[in-house]
């Protein structure tokens, strides 16, 4: 399998501040990363696809780069509705998808 | 707008068999652009992909879970279907029926359920 690591696990920020949470593969995946947004009791909301694509109706502070094995999300002037976990998950190896751990992003 | 639906007893006894059913609303599940799968999620824990299928009936398991999974789709109904035998309590989780996107250059998770808790308990 392809093991997903992100970092931090978990985040504090203050709103109007520009956070990056990063993700790492085992192995090269080119630039099949998604990331979502998840929050507490509902289901996970996709942000970005294929590494910096912007699913559609996403604002546009939220951005994503990387190819190979490291990527990063940005998110740039945290809105009060940001605060959320986020998930990367790999779609590298067709229908063998995994999931970073995800980062717990917290008002300061 | 596609929407997704669980359904399914939200308690089930261990060594049992746990069964869900998905229906989608808004399109029609045998379009080629996409498949379908479940993905779950323990209370507190992050998410685990179960497994996909195509409207043709092919479909693929997480290896972890290859022996314990049946996924099968009903086209008549617009729906499709998870079962998972041999439970234990670690199958308790939020379980999501996810639309899955794919294209020549990306794969992705585009729509979700709103998800249903199963807990195993006896």
């Known amino acids: 399998d392809i093991q997903m690591t992100q970092s931090p696990s978990s985040l504090s920020a203050s709103v109007g501040d520009r956070v990056t949470i990063t993700c790492r593969a085992s192995?090269?995946?080119?630039?099949?990363l998604n990331w979502y947004q998840q929050k507490p009791g509902k289901a996970p909301k996709l942000l970005i696809y294929?590494?910096?694509s912007l699913q559609s109706g996403v604002p546009s502070r939220f951005s994503g780069s990387g190819s190979g094995t490291d990527f990063t999300l940005t998110i740039s002037n945290l809105q009060p509705e940001d605060f959320a976990t986020y998930f990367c998950q790999q779609s590298y190896r067709t229908l063998m998808y995994t999931f970073g751990q995800g980062t717990k992003l917290e008002i300061k | 707008q596609v929407q997704l639906q669980e359904s399914g007893p939200g308690l089930v006894t261990p060594s049992e068999t746990l069964s869900l059913t998905c229906t989608v609303s808004?399109?029609?599940?045998?379009?080629?652009?996409?498949?379908w799968a479940w993905i779950r999620q323990p209370p507190g824990k992050g998410l685990e992909w179960i497994g996909s299928v195509y409207y043709t009936g092919t479909t693929y398991n997480s290896p972890s879970l290859k022996s314990r999974v049946s996924i099968s789709v009903d086209t008549s109904n617009n729906q499709f279907s998870l079962k998972l035998s041999s439970v234990t309590a670690a199958d308790t989780a939020v379980y999501y029926c996810?639309?899955?996107?794919?294209?020549?250059?990306?794969?992705?998770?585009?729509?979700w359920g709103q998800g249903t808790l199963v807990t195993v308990s006896s």
């Open positions: 294929a590494a910096s």
């Open positions: 996810v639309k899955v996107a794919d294209t020549s250059r990306a794969r992705y998770f585009d729509c």
């Open positions: 808004g399109g029609s599940i045998s379009s080629s652009s996409y498949y």
């Open positions: 192995q090269t995946i080119s630039n099949y």
